[in-house]
Structure formats: structure tokens, C-alpha cells
């Protein structure tokens, strides 16, 4: 078939209607107008309305994960904060509570040792202030060790209180610190007044006793004490000073079986919560101490002596 006779046309199958450029003249004038028309008249917010509200599930569903995501990294975020935060607060109540504690134990010891300079004015002997740094390692005996010894010019025998009545007695002295035994060890004596009768007896240590006590011995059956009378230091032995606090009297065991009479006291002193003590001189050592005693002695003449 000669090539002159051959049909041109692409066959109805592949027609593609009008040309690519009448297509793109007719939808630019159609835009212009429908935004001329949009702008003038607002017919199109109904129908952008209408597609907003249809596509917003999809858009909502779409956004989920991302929102997932943020939320998620701002929950551990916020965890870990809310954490940090929770340990700094127990951190800052810890030592709010520390201080707490330390404020009402430097009361405690403010108000102690107001009274023990009270109480030392009131004694008319030298008196040194010490600390207990700890008990005895005996744990068969009752004693303590205070953080004063004989370079601080404590001696032997000397008396120790606190701030409510007698502690015990220095027993051995050191350089720097000093062991005071007790008067609830069973070895320590001390002579007391009966504040209401005025009768005398000696204390001692009760060893039977775990809470520490006392216990005056050699006492008739009949003899006239009642349970909460005052003891006192009497004086007599030349060490104590006199009228210290030393005890009350708590029990009382009037036994047909025995010729005396068994009675308890408990120490008025801290013998077992005690910090601050004073260390006072003992009577004796007061009057050697003092020159004008010895000075007011009468002398003895002989009979040779001159006047």
C-alpha cells in the first residue's frame, strides 16, 4: 500500500479530546472566576467547610502516633523530674529533721547547764565543769570518764554533780581525763541526811538492782522513814559538801525475819543520761586549801616555850 494512502488520525481508541493547551485556557479562566466569585459572593465556604469537617477524622487519625510520641517523651521527662525532685525534697526534709533533732538536744543541754551554773554559785566550793565522754568498759561496776584530769587540777575523791543532786566520785585521775565511780556502784558509800527527820545513814549502791539504785543499810525495823523522803549529803565523811540532793526513798521492807528494815531510793541525779557535770574540791582538800584556817588554829605552848 503506498504510504500517500495511509489514514493520519490516531484511530476513536486513542482520542484524547481537546488539546493540552485549550485544556489549561478553560481551567485557568474557571479558577479566576470561582476565586473572583469565592471572594465576592463566599459561596465556597460552605463546600471548604463540608471537606474540612469529612477529612478532619483522617487528619485526626494521622496525628495520633505524633501526639503518642510527644506525649510519651514528655511523661518520662516529667517522671524523671517529678523524681529528682521528689529525692531533693526528702534529701532537704532529712536535715530539716537533723536540725530539728540538734536544736531540741542543744536545748536540752542549754537548760542543763544553766542550772549547773545555778547550782555552782550556790556551792561555796571551787568547782570545775567537765563532760562525760563515755561509760567504763567494766561492765560489772558503774562508772564514766570525764574529759578533765589532773592537769585540769582534778584530784582524787572529789565530788561529782550534775544539775539535780550527786553523780559519784572521782575514783582515778589521768593527765587528761578522770574515771568517776558511780553512787549507784555497789562499792560507793556515801553518808546522807534524812531531810525530814534529820536521821543519818549511808547509802550504797544497789548491785542487785539493773536500774540503779540505792539502798540504805543498817537501819532498825522501826525507823521513822517514808517512801518519798529527800536525802541528802550530811557532811560528815569531809567530802561531800552538805545538803546535796542525793536520793528519794522508794521503797521500804519492813521484814519480821531481820532486825533491819531494807530501804530503796532512787539517785535524783542523771546517773545514766547525764552529759555536763561539775567536779567540785573535796572538803578536806578546801581546808588545806586555805591558809587562814590553819592561821586561826590556837598553838600549843609547852613548858618551855616563851609567851
Excluded at 479558577?31 to 465576592?40: K, N, P, T
Excluded at 483522617?58 to 502516633?65: C, D, G, T
Excluded at 543532786?165 to 582515778?172: C, S
Aim: proline share 7%; with cysteine.
Amino acid at each position: 500500500m503506498p504510504l500517500g494512502t495511509l489514514d493520519r488520525s490516531p484511530p476513536p481508541f486513542f482520542r484524547q479530546g481537546p488539546s493540552a493547551l485549550s485544556k489549561l485556557v478553560f481551567f485557568g479562566v474557571l479558577a479566576v472566576l470561582l476565586m473572583v466569585a469565592d471572594h465576592r459572593f463566599g459561596f465556597i465556604k460552605p463546600v471548604r467547610a463540608a471537606i474540612a469537617t469529612v477529612l478532619y477524622p483522617l487528619q485526626w487519625s494521622m496525628l495520633q502516633p505524633v501526639i503518642w510520641t510527644r506525649d510519651s517523651g514528655k511523661y518520662l521527662e516529667s517522671l524523671n523530674t517529678s523524681q529528682a525532685n521528689e529525692a531533693a525534697a526528702q534529701y532537704r526534709l532529712g536535715l530539716q529533721s537533723q536540725r530539728a533533732q540538734q536544736v531540741e538536744q542543744l536545748a536540752q543541754e542549754n537548760a542543763r547547764l544553766r542550772e549547773l551554773l545555778g547550782l555552782r554559785e550556790r556551792v561555796n566550793a571551787p568547782a570545775l565543769a567537765a563532760q562525760i565522754l563515755y561509760d567504763a568498759a567494766d561492765p560489772y561496776t558503774r562508772k564514766v570518764i570525764i574529759d578533765k584530769g589532773s592537769l585540769a587540777a582534778v584530784i582524787p575523791g572529789s565530788p561529782v554533780l550534775d544539775e539535780l543532786g550527786v553523780l559519784g566520785q572521782v575514783t582515778r585521775v589521768y593527765p587528761l581525763v578522770s574515771e568517776v565511780t558511780l553512787i549507784t556502784d555497789r562499792n560507793q558509800a556515801i553518808p546522807v541526811l534524812n531531810v525530814r527527820t534529820g536521821l543519818r545513814a549511808l547509802a550504797f549502791g544497789d548491785a542487785a538492782s539493773s536500774a540503779g539504785a540505792l539502798e540504805l543499810r543498817f537501819l532498825d525495823a522501826n525507823v521513822d522513814v517514808e517512801q518519798g523522803d529527800l536525802l541528802t549529803t550530811s557532811g560528815v565523811d569531809g567530802v561531800y559538801p552538805p545538803g546535796l540532793q542525793v536520793a528519794r526513798v522508794t521503797a521500804i521492807d519492813r521484814g519480821t525475819d531481820s532486825a533491819f528494815a531494807r530501804v530503796r531510793c532512787e539517785p535524783v541525779a542523771a546517773v545514766t543520761t547525764g552529759l555536763h557535770v561539775l567536779v567540785l574540791q573535796p572538803m578536806a582538800g578546801q581546808a588545806l586549801a586555805r591558809p587562814e584556817v590553819a592561821a586561826d588554829l590556837p598553838v600549843a605552848k609547852g613548858k618551855g616555850a616563851q609567851p
